[in-house]
């Protein structure tokens, strides 16, 4: 008897161990945050049905009424098979302060057809924590702060020092600009690099706009580097606006001609930064960029500094179109070493600012000014830029 009690007791002490392993093992983060949504991130040790619950962050409880559950859906269908999870949440409004919890459902079997079995949830807390805030970008206003990190590199330990003095509540958005990892091998590689420090810090309730650099062109898993930070146009490359403020993503492709022997045969960058450039001729005659107060450009590969066949390719596509449209700041980096270049300099008629890789950009843009603040270890500001605003009256109509 005292044997098949143990053994029951095993068998018991099995099942549990078995039934607590399915947990959310990273995140949540936001990104790809506009006037009316945002995509929420994380990811499950196992197989999961997941979904995201925001409700207004008023100051009533989570629970003062039930809310409606928004899932991760393809062409109609609520996707239950992986273990990556994102999430877009829908008709929000602008600026305005939201909290929201995410759960997921283990998936324990799915022999056939559309029998799904599920097992547990689990959920973020929101009995011993508040749960998560962000707001909304706003729909107006000269106003917008936002940091800028690049060429981390896989130093997770040193970007949590680097940032640990920022107030992130005075942030509407943090900047990745290329370069946060060396290479992409693996979703557990990009969590360790980067997104988990970033989830700790500030991504749970800021959002992050990412911006891919020439090296998150590389790794066996560098094509899936899209589902960690989905995009609604499905690119890298995109355009953003926080009130009045327009922000312009643009992916710089590999910084070496498609032919060396490091790409082993896989790279075509002449040919999409050609595409690219289409969308650029489009996206700078766009009523989003045209009615902006301010236009700042985010580039990972400074086109006007070097000359590698990258920085040669983007400043014969890209800077005849960019001249042309009133972009008033370019954020750079790739270069591991910080320097302002003027307007007027190496044919740019806007200025442009390479930040290093051991430093942090704060920009604050204003009706007048954008100020950028080079900020290094220990919140020590190395440089402080201001570039005035001169838009002309018939522009900004």
Same mark, same amino acid.
């Given at each position: ?116 079995? +599920? *097992?547990?949830?689990?959920?973020? &807390? @929101? ?10 970008? !706003? %729909? =107006? ?95 890298? +490359? *995109?355009?953003?606006?926080?009130? &009045? @403020? ?10 070496? !001609? %498609? =032919? ?138």
């Amino acid at each position: 008897m005292k044997k098949l009690l143990f053994s029951l007791a095993g068998l018991l002490f099995s099942l549990a161990a078995v039934a607590q392993d399915f947990k959310i093992t990273h995140g949540p983060y936001l990104c790809d945050m506009t006037r009316d949504g945002v995509t929420v991130v994380w990811t499950t040790s196992k197989p999961a049905l997941s979904w995201v619950e925001v409700a207004p962050d008023d100051g009533r409880s989570f629970y003062a009424q039930e809310h409606a559950r928004h899932y991760q859906t393809v062409a109609g269908r609520r996707l239950a098979d992986r273990t990556l999870h994102a999430v877009r949440l829908k008709g929000l409004k602008p600026g305005t302060d939201y909290c929201y919890r995410i759960f997921s459902q283990e998936v324990t079997a799915w022999p056939q057809r559309g029998k799904a079995t +599920y *097992g547990s949830v689990v959920a973020s &807390d @929101v009995f011993r924590r508040k749960p998560y805030p962000f707001r909304t970008f !706003p %729909d =107006s206003g000269a106003d917008c702060s936002f940091i800028m990190l690049n060429d981390i590199h896989g130093r997770a330990d040193y970007m949590k020092d680097l940032c640990k003095k920022i107030d992130f509540s005075e942030i509407g958005f943090v900047a990745f600009n290329g370069d946060m990892s060396s290479s992409v091998e693996s979703g557990e590689q990009l969590f360790a690099d980067y997104i988990d420090a970033a989830a700790a810090l500030f991504a749970s309730g800021t959002p992050i706009l990412y911006n891919r650099g020439n090296h998150e062109t590389r790794g066996v898993y560098s094509d899936r580097l899209r589902d960690y930070f989905p995009t609604r146009n499905g690119e890298f +490359y *995109g355009i953003y606006r926080y009130g &009045d @403020v327009c922000i312009l993503m643009l992916d710089c492709g590999e910084d070496k !001609p %498609d =032919s060396d022997v490091e790409y082993y045969g896989l790279a075509d960058y002449d040919a999409y930064r050609i595409e690219e450039c289409e969308w650029l001729k489009k996206a700078v005659q766009s009523e989003e960029f045209r009615s902006a107060s301010a236009r700042v450009v985010l580039l990972h590969v400074p086109p006007t500094t070097g000359t590698w066949h990258g920085n040669v390719h983007l400043n014969e596509l890209f800077m005849p179109v960019l001249n042309e449209a009133g972009v008033d700041l370019m954020l750079c980096g790739h270069e591991h070493r910080c320097s302002v270049h003027p307007a007027g300099e190496r044919g740019a008629r806007f200025p442009i600012v390479i930040n290093d890789n051991k430093s942090y950009a704060r920009c604050d843009v204003s009706d007048s000014l954008i100020r950028v603040q080079i900020v290094g270890p220990k919140g020590k500001v190395a440089h402080t830029h201001e570039f005035p605003l001169n838009r002309p009256a018939a522009d900004s109509e």
